[in-house]
């Protein structure tokens, strides 16, 4: 074969032959860019005369070349960042990208991109202003507290209060609220890297006001509670409530803080969703500074906010690493429109996209699920069948973990009940352009309908990606 090879190597169009044929492609993507990935064509080419691929077959020519380099440039130039339907059932997925924007707080968001801003100048003095006045009135309006401020996401925000009010110093925290959200967000961890000393206290499932009251030292300089997002305990237990911690605070002049993890600023009983204290009922019981995220049951940008007590507020923000956590001009812009229109809570479950999913009713979707199911029956696939099932979809993002509501879902069965056609479909799925995401439930694919849009443009879009899926399955 080694006496074949360099023949083949002569035929190999030059860098120049081929660059004569993509002139639309350096228009596009610039000289360089395409220079370089056809250089590392040829080389895979001379690489596989080398290692005798073509000994009987003809080596690619200039056209091939030629069309495996326009590939390669679209495909380097897609985004990565590619939207999915989220068909999981669970309405704010974190790894989804959580709560999705209102139409306001997206047309604010490219305003502020496009062009220059306030951000943090005053129109009235011309001096320097402050980033925080865009929203902080707003919060301190819906939650009653006195002052407030905003952060990356929540996890910068107890990152910063933890560091603000007590560094080097002890913080009491029950052993029943020392978790774990999302892998990588530990309460120990972060008590840690914030300055602090964690004091453990009670056990957990037991944790009482005389644990809290046994904890002061001369040392300690906050309590500190975290809202037990993402897993619930039954049985014997005892929890402090917050104006228990309030007073007690209080009684020895020291800041509570109470990380709310989700912080919903409306009763979603009202909504007919379970039940969970909100933002302002938990400032009026005096807990001195409260942390939530923006971007999961407030549906907003991805931020952690505080608010609570002046005198603390300031003292946070006058951290030197409030400017390495500080909020972003896009977030801001956001984060006020979403604000804003909790002034109307009326109208909050149409113009909320993350309330109007979590309120959507069964019958609703049931009503879309009957409507898709015959158009969605004739393009998938042959191997599988397809029917319409109730079944529940969650919150998400360790808000309410164990309430759930009722939905409709497609489930998808392998008709030789194999776990293999299951998965390949499901990996179909996810390679579809844009890519169809459920979960996979006693050997079925479940496409929990909550989170499709009943437009109908959503929905054709729906139905037209699946039947893409004949090609490949
Ligand atoms: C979600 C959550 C966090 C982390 O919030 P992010 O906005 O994801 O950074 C922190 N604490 C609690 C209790 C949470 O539920």
Redesign the pocket.
Known sequence: MNKKAPNLYNHLPSVDQLLKQLTTEIKEYGHEQVVSIIRSELVLVRELIRSGAFESLSPPDLESIVSATQQKLESNNQSSLTPVFNLTGTVLHTNLGRALLPKQAIQSLLVAAASPSNLEFDLNTGQRGERDSHFEELICELTGAEAATAVN????A?LLCLNSLALGKQVPVSRGEL?E??GS?RIPEVMERAGTQMIEIGTTNRTHLKDYKKAITDETAAFMK??T??YHIEGFTNEVSTQEITLLAQQHNLPFIY????GSLVDFSQLGLPAEATVAEVIAEGVDIVTF?G??LLGGP?C?IIAGKREWVEKIRQNPLKRALRIDKLTLAALSEVLKLYRNPEKLMDSLPTLQSLTRSQANINKQAKRLLALIKPVIPKLYDVSIIETTSQIG??ALPVERISSTAFAINSINQSDNEIRSLALALRKLPKPVIGRIQNGKIILDLRCLETDSSVEAEFIEQLSLLQESA
Do not use: C, P, R, Y
Not at 153 to 156: D, F, T
Not at 259 to 262: F, P, Q
């Open positions: 996401n929540n996890a910068a107890v978790v959200i999302g967000f975290v809202h997002s993402n990380d709310m993890g989700s995220s971007d999961k991805q952690g993002s360790g």
